[in-house]
């Protein structure tokens, strides 16, 4: 059994906790990450879900994807199902965080990580991934655009990219001295 932390709306912890499979309780939030993982040539690794997965099945989705379980912080989690999925062990200080999107019972925690891996000698987690493979953003969006890849908005993917060489959201520092 698997059991997930529920949250508030503003990312506290409540002492609560669900079951795998049931609903989110109106009100609660629970916590998934995402980990991209981006090789010195500007692609990011690719998985393809199993085709017997039940959600999303058969599809390419970024690097690494996973529901924070109970007593997981969110970094935590992105280490872990980036051991699980693909068998790579990464320090905290190699993960950056760059996005949470809130939806209406999710927080979901996206990272960056630069780290350049021989696909050929990963450990795929038979559960979870049947492939993986290096692509660039054009790639993506095409895999986007004909079904195969989990049909998150071109946007999103852009700015995937943007923040892998950049930290933060602005293109220029300000030089305001404050």
């Known amino acids: 059994m698997e059991l997930f932390d529920l949250y508030d709306s503003e990312r506290k912890q409540t002492g609560r906790t669900m079951e795998r499979g049931t609903p989110i309780p109106t009100g609660y939030y629970r916590m998934v990450v995402h980990v991209c993982v981006f090789n010195s040539d500007g692609k990011m690794l690719i998985q393809r879900r199993q ?33 699980e999925e693909i068998g790579v062990k990464l320090a905290p200080d190699e993960l950056k965080r760059v996005l949470t999107i809130q939806t209406e019972s999710i927080f979901d925690d996206i990272y960056i990580v630069q780290k350049d891996l021989d696909e050929t000698a990963l450990t795929l987690q038979y559960e979870e991934v049947e492939q993986v493979k290096w692509a660039d953003i054009a790639e993506i969006k095409s895999l986007v655009k004909e079904g195969s890849f989990i049909p998150y908005h071109e946007s999103l993917i852009d700015l995937l990219f943007f923040m892998k060489d950049h930290d933060g959201a602005r293109t220029a520092q300000d030089k305001t001295e404050i």
């Open 51 to 83: 085709p017997f997965k039940r959600s999303w099945s058969g599809m390419w989705d970024l690097t690494v994807g996973g529901s924070s379980v109970s007593g997981d912080t969110s970094l935590s989690a992105a280490i872990r199902e980036t051991s």
